[in-house]
């Protein structure tokens, strides 16, 4: 089954929306399975919330999506996030 999570960002003032916005994006290629030395996450979208409504999610201006194939990869991703990697 494949996983979609979609996360929303409010930013700390010593933090650029172009950096978070990099670092998010660049997982695509930095989440690296353990075993296949594949990237394991499929099409990290986002950016800027720019809806012709200008509506922000309790005043989250960013959003993104990312993709895993499997219920497998998505459970090595929080796996690897609880250890910090």
Not at 13 to 34: Q, W, Y
Not at 46 to 69: C, D, F, I, K, N
Request: with cysteine; hydrophobic share 30%; proline share 9%.
């Amino acid at each position: 089954m494949r996983i979609n999570r979609v996360v929303t960002y409010k930013f700390k003032p010593m933090a650029t929306p172009e950096e978070v916005c990099n670092r998010m994006l660049a997982l695509k290629d930095g989440c690296v399975h353990p075993l296949t030395h594949r990237p394991y996450m499929r099409t990290p979208v986002g950016g800027a919330e720019t809806s012709p409504e200008q509506l922000q999610v309790r005043g989250l201006p960013h959003g993104y999506m990312a993709t895993w194939p499997r219920t497998d990869d998505w459970d090595i991703q929080e796996v690897l996030s609880r250890r910090g990697e």
